[in-house]
Structure formats: structure tokens, C-alpha cells
């Protein structure tokens, strides 16, 4: 007779004999991640119900996950579950399917479409601009949606998001919400049963795709333009020549449009709130500013000059990092930190365990830009920081959200100062992404002194 292999599995929360640690992490997840790596180290499990997961918390260990053994895992099952909603894209898909797709849309973010992204970037910076007076009371977090919808919407779709924008406002609302329940194990039966939010779920769905497919649709009679439809309507595959099928086109339009939307709304909502709390490091950057750009909107151009904005933007996501923790599941009996984790199990890295690790990040919940300074982000070891990820599934996106929360930051920063609303104290959520729970609500001030 075989016997069936025993694993030992790492240290970890004992949790009730049933739902294992289930109220803790639906309590308040960003805590539970950080109570169990400071508990039990760098490598550690913990159970969900029936599923023991394993939260790996040294760089040395995501970098094996995510690029020496990425063969041996695929996404995880939270993500899997996401297929029939969001379809099979980049984000969701895997194997030999997500290779392909891969090499059909890594070529749209290069850099001579970025030039034609970074105009609309501009353009939609100026337009939210129109709209901003001394003395108002903004959410920054809703403004910076509105900034990043309208230019995903038209460096993607060609669209302009206001025709659409009640669709497509209601169907990210729907999923954002259905997507949570599914993370915290609420939400019941899978998505082929009619259920009431199932059904909510597909009627929202339905009325983007519908969008989508009226878009692939005239496209397809002039696939001449310069937005990222048009541009992966004409891409072919280097090994058969061929391209992508409506399906699949409607598939990574959905995929890019979600995931290029609300990460950089976060990742710019989050750099306000810091500036705003810091007056020495918002110093600094617009002494930058006025220095590279000397009173002119900023371009693509000048992006490479904008060190210290650059150095801003990453030690925001380095302390509020948009997605704050990324999950595989192995297929294979795969080692990790002395373990053997059997198949089928989700391993979790966590951004916001990593990123406030003070064995690599000295005082690590201060905010300090300079660590991002050429000499000192040498000392940073590769994969304690990983904002965008790592290895081959690394974000296709990272230069278009990097480029646009540079342009951003660059146009509105020299132009207004923002009050923070201390009767709304900011403070993240845990939700698809990390958000500000009840926005970054303030004052604009427009500054006296701006430059001609
Ligand atoms: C500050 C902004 C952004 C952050 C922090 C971010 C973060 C990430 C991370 C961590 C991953 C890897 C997920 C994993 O390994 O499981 C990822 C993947 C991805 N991102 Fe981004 N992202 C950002 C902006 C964007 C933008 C602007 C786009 C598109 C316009 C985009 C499109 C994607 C796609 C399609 C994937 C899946 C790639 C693949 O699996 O091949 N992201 N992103």
C-alpha cells in the first residue's frame, strides 16, 4: 500500500478547530499578516477554514517563489475565481495561455506608445485642474480616480470615460465589493449560481462588456489608432503570426483597465496624504521642480530628470504599497525554507509585512525619500521592496502608472498645497487594493508664489 506523504507544516496560529483563523483575518487583515510574521518568522502558515496557507516573509523566499520556481506555481485560487468575471487575461490567466498573451501586450506599454500615453496623461492632469479652486473642500482620493479613469479610458479605449462613466463607475463598484467578500470568505457559492450578488455581479458585468464588444467592433472596421485596443488588435504573435481573438481582446482591455485604474489612484492618493503630513519632504520635491521645470508643465521628457519625485513615489508605495500582498498556489511539492509545501497551497507575500521590516528598512513607518536615493537604494536587498511584484509576471503596467503619477505630481504639486481635514483622519483599508478607508479629504490652497 502507498502511504500518503506527511508534510510538516511551518509555525502558526492555532485557531477555532473549524474556521481556523478565519475572524482574525476577516477582522482586520493588513494586522493578522503582521501578527503572524512577527509570531512565528519568515516562514509560517495559518489555516482559513479548511485551507492552511503560508505566509513567506524574507526576501530570499520571494525571490524563489516569484522568479527562480515560478514554474511551480500558478495564480492563486482567490484569482482563479475572478475568471468568469473578469475573463481570462493577463492577470488571471497561466501556463503556455498567459505566455502568449503576455508577448502580445508587453509591447504596447514600450516606449513610442508611451509618448502617445503620456499626452493624454498631461491632458487629463490639466482638465482636473479646470475644476480645482482655492479654498474648496476635495476628496483627493475621488479626484485622483476621476484622473485616473478618464486616462486609462482614453489611452486604452479611446474613449472618453464621462459617455460611459455611469457603467462603468457602477461595475467597479459591484466588483470591488463582490471581490472583497470573496477574499474574506463571505460570499458563498461560486459564480454560476444565481445568487442575488452573483446576479448583481453578472449584470454589471454584462453591461461592460457590452461596452467593450461595441468597441472591438468598430475597431475591428479601422484598427488604425494609437490607444491600446487598436494597438493589440494589430499585434501578432512572433512564433504563428496570429493575433488576438475578440474574446480575448475584450478579456485584456477589462484585465488593463482594471488593474491600470485603481493602483495608481492609490499609489497617487496615499503620496498627497504624505506630502500633506510633510512639509520638509514637500519642500524639498518642489525645490526639484522649480529647478528641472522652472514653472512649465512637466513631459515625458522630464521624467528622467525628477529623480527626487520618483524617489517620493516610491517610498509612498513603499509605506501604503496599492497591492499589499501577492499570493501563489503550487502545483508540484515545491521547497521552501527548510519546508516542503505540498500541491495546491497558497503561499502569500505580504508588501505590508516586507516593506516595514526593519532589518531592512531603518525606522521604517517614517517617511524617507532619500532611501531611494541612488547610493542607499543599493542596500535595499531586492525583493524586500516589490510593489509592482517580481520575476516574469511582474507589472506589465509599472512604467504607464509610474509615468503617470510622476506627470501628476509634477503638474498639480507646484500649484496647490493641501490642508488635510483633521476631522477626517486618513487611515488604509484593506480592500482589492490598499485604500484610504474614507478617502484624504482637505482644503486646496493654491500656493502665491507660483512661477509664470
Ligand atoms: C502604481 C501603480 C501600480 C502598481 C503598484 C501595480 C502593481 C502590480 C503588481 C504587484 C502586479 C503583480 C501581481 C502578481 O504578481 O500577482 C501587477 C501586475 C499587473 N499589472 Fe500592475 N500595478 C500598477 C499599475 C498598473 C497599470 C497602470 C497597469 C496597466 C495600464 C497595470 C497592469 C497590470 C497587469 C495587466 C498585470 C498582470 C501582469 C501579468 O501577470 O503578466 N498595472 N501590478
Not at 507544516?9 to 481556523?20: A, C, E, M, N, T
Not at 521624467?303 to 502545483?331: C, N
Not at 506589465?396 to 498639480?412: D, I, P, R, S
Request: proline share 7%; aromatic share 10%; glycine share 6%.
Amino acid at each position: 500500500m502507498v502511504k500518503a506523504r506527511v508534510y510538516k507544516s511551518p509555525p502558526g496560529p492555532k485557531g477555532h478547530w473549524l474556521l481556523g483563523s478565519l475572524p482574525e483575518f476577516r477582522k482586520d487583515m493588513l494586522a493578522f499578516f503582521r501578527k503572524v510574521a512577527a509570531d512565528f518568522g519568515d516562514i509560517a502558515s495559518y489555516r482559513l477554514g479548511p485551507r492552511r496557507l503560508i505566509l513567506i516573509s524574507d526576501p530570499a523566499l520571494v525571490e524563489k517563489m516569484l522568479v527562480t520556481d515560478h514554474k511551480k506555481y500558478i495564480k492563486p485560487y482567490v484569482q482563479r475565481l475572478l475568471r468568469p468575471i473578469v475573463g481570462n487575461g493577463l492577470f488571471t490567466s497561466d501556463g503556455e495561455f498567459w505566455s502568449r498573451q503576455r508577448r502580445l501586450v508587453q509591447p504596447s506599454f514600450n516606449r513610442q506608445h508611451m509618448e502617445s500615453y503620456a499626452g493624454i496623461m498631461a491632458l487629463h492632469t490639466q482638465r482636473l485642474l479646470e475644476g480645482w479652486r482655492d479654498g474648496e473642500e476635495k476628496d483627493l482620493h475621488a479626484e485622483m480616480m476621476r484622473l485616473t479613469l478618464g486616462t486609462v479610458s482614453e489611452a486604452m479605449l479611446n474613449v472618453d470615460a464621462g459617455s460611459y462613466s455611469k457603467q462603468v463607475a457602477r461595475f467597479i463598484d459591484v466588483f470591488v465589493d463582490y471581490f472583497e467578500r470573496r477574499l474574506i470568505g463571505s460570499a458563498s457559492l461560486p459564480y454560476i449560481f444565481p445568487t442575488p450578488e452573483n446576479l448583481k455581479m453578472r449584470r454589471a458585468v454584462r453591461g461592460l462588456e457590452f461596452i467593450l464588444d461595441e468597441m472591438i467592433s468598430s475597431r475591428r472596421k479601422d484598427p488604425i489608432g494609437t490607444d491600446l485596443l487598436s494597438v493589440l488588435m494589430r499585434a501578432r504573435d512572433e512564433s504563428d503570426s496570429t493575433g488576438m481573438t475578440d474574446r480575448q481582446l475584450r478579456d485584456e482591455a477589462l484585465t488593463v483597465f482594471l488593474a491600470g485604474h485603481e493602483t495608481t489612484t492609490n499609489a497617487l492618493s496615499w503620496t498627497w496624504y504624505l506630502l500633506a503630513s510633510h512639509p520638509d519632504v514637500e519642500e524639498k520635491l518642489l525645490s526639484e521642480l522649480r529647478e528641472v521645470l522652472n514653472g512649465r508643465s512637466p513631459t515625458l521628457a522630464d521624467i528622467p530628470m525628477l529623480k527626487y519625485t520618483e524617489q517620493v513615489l516610491l517610498e509612498s508605495m513603499r509605506l501604503f504599497p496599492p497591492i499589499y500582498a501577492l499570493g501563489r498556489e503550487t502545483v508540484e511539492t515545491v521547497e521552501l525554507g527548510g519546508y516542503e509545501i505540498p500541491p495546491q497551497t497558497t503561499v502569500i507575500a505580504s508588501q505590508w509585512v516586507m516593506h516595514y521590516d526593519s532589518r531592512y528598512f531603518d525606522d521604517p513607518t517614517r517617511f524617507n525619500p532619500d532611501r531611494f536615493s541612488r547610493q542607499s537604494a543599493k542596500e535595499i536587498p531586492k525583493y524586500a521592496y516589490f510593489p509592482f511584484g517580481g520575476g516574469p509576471r511582474y507589472c506589465v503596467g509599472k512604467t504607464f502608472g509610474m509615468v503617470e503619477a510622476a506627470l501628476a505630481v509634477a503638474t498639480l504639486a507646484p500649484l496647490y498645497r493641501f490642508e488635510l481635514n483633521k476631522d477626517k483622519p486618513v487611515y488604509p483599508r484593506a480592500s482589492v487594493m490598499l485604500r484610504p478607508a474614507t478617502g484624504v479629504h482637505c482644503t486646496l490652497r493654491a500656493r502665491k508664489t507660483r512661477v509664470p
